[in-house]
Nanobody, 121 residues
Framework: QVQLVESGGGLVQPGGSLRLSCVAS????????IAWFRQAPGKEREGVSC?????EYAHFVGGRFTISRGNAKNTVFLQMNSLKPEDTAVYYC?????????????????WGQGTQVTVSS
């Protein structure tokens, strides 16, 4: 059974950093695109970053975030630096259906439960 579990969210001041983790079971992450999405209250879910044979980032990331695979099997990280209040959202990781990265939620088959990120002073 495919399962994705996110962790690492929390409350951080503007300009601070967080590292989100996504641990998977039931499949091998290396063989699939893995993406981070986020959803703020009243807004649609949007793609943040994706890793496959390449990496992709949403325009609003602006060089502040880094997606990577962990040395341990089946873990993907999202390092988030220089956080802004507008980054506040629930962050989800997801397993892709395709063989390449995408920022479209419809291209992702399995989702974690999400982790809350709140950026506030």
């Amino acid at each position: 059974q495919v399962q994705l579990v996110e962790s690492g969210g929390g409350l951080v001041q503007p300009g601070g950093s967080l590292r989100l983790s996504c641990v998977a079971s039931g499949f091998t992450m290396d063989y699939y695109p893995i993406a981070w999405f986020r959803q703020a209250p009243g807004k649609e879910r949007e793609g943040v970053s994706c890793i496959a044979s390449t990496t992709e980032y949403a325009h609003f990331v602006g060089g502040r975030f880094t997606i990577s695979r962990g040395n341990a099997k089946n873990t993907v990280f999202l390092q988030m630096n220089s956080l802004k209040p507008e980054d506040t959202a629930v962050y989800y990781c997801a397993k892709g259906r395709l063989d390449r990265c995408s920022m479209d939620p419809a291209d992702f088959a399995s989702w974690g439960q999400g982790t809350q990120v709140t950026v506030s002073s």
